[in-house]
């Protein structure tokens, strides 16, 4: 049997294989067959010694001694693949370190292992099992994780859809949302063209009423000036007469002016018309004044606010619109000058957002004395906003019943069902607004005066209806519902 070595000296040149149907050329140069068909075809000369050959590929015999060796040398190669695959795969189940079949499973190291590495320090106190028990342990526990895996993939599938169906629903919220606030601002905007054409069209009919008085004048003012010049030459005409027949005749005659009339001065009949145009307040407060015609149409808007107390430390206007929080000796020294303010009206203070149909309840407090104001109305659905002046008090507390926001003089800090957190808000604002959504369950706190969030708290045992809540120290200035 031809070595395996050998197998270099039985390749073909052209395919570098061993040969497959070897033919040999004149020269002793021998190819597969195939291949050197291909080159005589196209050249007739030996592709490894050019060597000139008229000899057609055709006619050539096969070399059955090099066909022999060729398919020996296969077989031997074959072969040996053959048994390295069988010594790689007996290796595979050999012990790398001692050369020993891998008969036992470490519980401990879950690895194959022979008996001497059971033995071994590297195992001692492991747990061993023989390979056949093993992976009939293993095999059960696989078995059952894969209904668990199962049922856990069915779950993840529900999630996974139910995350696409959110995605989609948010979307949609989106768009509503985003269809809404444009519908809004283009209401706002009609207005405001609307008050801007009317403003225009009440300057333009000023400005042509001003502009025909103005012109009127002018033409009588021109009238005189055009009668003083023809005067003017006249008189200049006949001054220049030196004969006092003449002189006398020409001035006398179709001339009823006298010589005083010339030293009477037409001008002083006479005065410039000056119109100055004016918008009222819409020439320096025009925003402003837009802002409060604003306030008529908008929608949905703040509720008018009424508060009620039992208490003899607070001390309500008539209209329940504005409270006192005082000591019991200052409650009768401020009563009767605190109504009358009351009544006067104010566009600060506190306020709120109250569905029809709804209750709605305040409480005010101080921290050493407490005390209780409520409204008529609590919050059960809906979105609902209201504004609190807090001015330059140095303690509060509002929101809603068991989730509101606290200042103390010196920080600000929420609190929820006995958990307070401390914010990282250094402002001061001197009114704030807070707006709560019962479906979603949030109550939100603002700087009413730019409307800047301060912070927003969430909680899903957040239960209707709730009350509004606010709690502050005895001041002895009044708090207000605002009423824009």
């Known amino acids: 049997m031809a070595s395996v070595s050998c197998s270099e000296d039985l390749s073909c040149s052209i395919c570098l294989t061993i040969f497959t149907d070897p033919v040999t050329l004149h020269c002793g140069h021998s190819f597969c067959r195939t291949c050197i068909t291909e080159v005589l075809n196209s050249q007739h000369q030996c592709p490894q010694c050019r060597t000139e050959t008229s000899i057609l590929a055709e006619s050539l015999q096969t070399n059955h001694i090099l066909k022999s060796l060729a398919e020996k040398t ?185 010589p005083k009339d010339l030293s009477r001065p037409r001008a002083g009949n006479l005065k410039v018309v000056n119109t100055s145009l004016s918008l009222g307040p819409y020439e320096s407060h025009l925003q402003f004044f837009m802002w409060k015609e604003m306030l008529q149409v908008i929608q949905p808007r703040e509720e008018k606010l009424s508060l009620k107390s039992n208490s003899a430390n607070i001390t309500l206007s008539d209209y329940g619109r504005s409270l006192l929080c005082t000591t019991n000796q200052q409650t009768n020294q401020a009563q009767s000058g605190f109504q009358h303010a009351a009544t006067c009206g104010s566009s600060t203070g506190f306020g709120t957002h109250i569905s029809s149909g709804q209750r709605e309840d305040i409480y005010f407090s101080s921290p050493v004395s407490t005390d209780h104001v409520f409204s008529v109305n609590e919050f059960t659905s809906g979105q609902h906003y209201w504004e609190v002046e807090v001015g330059q008090r140095n303690y509060w507390e509002l929101g809603v019943k068991d989730y509101f926001l606290k200042y103390d003089g010196q920080k600000y800090t929420t609190c929820s ?61 009044r708090l207000t519902v605002c009423w824009y």
């Not at 369950?441 to 603002?446: D, E, H, I, L």
């Open 74 to 258: 296969k077989e031997a190669e074959k072969m040996e693949k053959e048994r390295k695959s069988e010594r790689a795969e007996v290796a595979e189940w050999l012990c790398l370190e001692h050369d020993e079949k891998l008969k036992l499973f470490c519980v401990t190291d879950q690895q194959l292992t022979c008996i001497i590495c059971r033995d071994g320090q590297r195992h001692e106190g492991h747990k061993f099992k023989p390979v056949k028990e093993a992976a009939a342990s293993l095999r059960q526990e696989m078995e059952k994780g894969i209904e668990n895996l199962s049922a856990d993939i069915h779950a993840i599938e529900s999630q996974a859809n139910s995350q696409r169906e959110e995605i989609t629903k948010t979307k949609e919220e989106s768009h509503q949302l985003m269809t809404q606030i444009c519908s809004q601002f283009e209401e706002m905007h009609q207005f405001l063209r609307k008050r801007e054409d009317e403003i225009k069209k009440d300057l333009k009919h000023k400005e042509e009423d001003a502009v025909e008085k103005m012109n009127k004048n002018l033409n009588a003012i021109e009238t005189a000036l055009s009668e003083s010049r023809e005067l003017e030459g006249k008189v200049t005409s006949v001054l220049n007469i030196t004969d006092p027949q003449r002189f006398l005749k020409s001035w006398t005659e179709g001339n009823s002016t006298t």
């Open 417 to 477: 069902r006995n958990i307070t957190t401390e914010l990282m808000f250094g402002g001061r604002p001197r009114k704030i607004g807070i707006y709560l959504n019962c479906p979603s369950k949030k109550v939100s706190f603002y700087d009413a005066d730019n409307m800047s969030h301060i912070h927003t708290m969430s909680s899903d045992l957040m239960s209707t209806p709730v009350s509004a809540y606010f709690k502050v120290a005895a001041d002895p200035n």
